[in-house]
Nanobody
């Protein structure tokens, strides 16, 4: 059973920083793209940032220069360093991974449970 476990959300003041982590367990998986999405109340879920297996990153315009996505392949973990936080960054943040299962040779998209990030002004 694949499970993505997120940590690191919480409350921050505007201008502050938070770091999110998301890890997946499993020795017979190969992780393709890793990403972070967020959903604010009354809004659709949107891509924040993603990173390919080769390390190519992509960011939403609203977070460029403030957020940094990175991955540790040895730990099957993706991180999101969030600096210069703004109240409009308040949302539930979800990690997403595209996994390749080496035994069945199948691919699937999986999501974390979500972690709340609240930025006060």
């Amino acid at each position: 059973q694949v499970q993505l476990v997120e940590s690191g959300g919480g409350l921050a003041q505007a201008g502050g920083s938070l770091r999110l982590s998301c890890a997946v367990s499993g020795s017979t998986i190969s992780i393709r793209t890793m990403g972070w999405y967020r959903q604010a109340p009354g809004k659709q879920r949107e891509l924040v940032a993603d990173i390919t297996s080769g390390g190519t990153t992509n960011y939403a315009d609203s977070v460029k220069g403030r957020f940094t996505i990175s991955r540790d392949n040895a730990k099957n973990t993706v991180y999101l360093q969030m600096n210069s936080l703004k109240p409009e960054d308040t949302a539930v943040y979800y990690c997403q991974m595209t996994l390749f299962f080496m035994i069945s040779r199948s691919i699937g998209n999986y999501w974390g449970q979500g972690t709340q990030v609240t930025v006060s002004s």
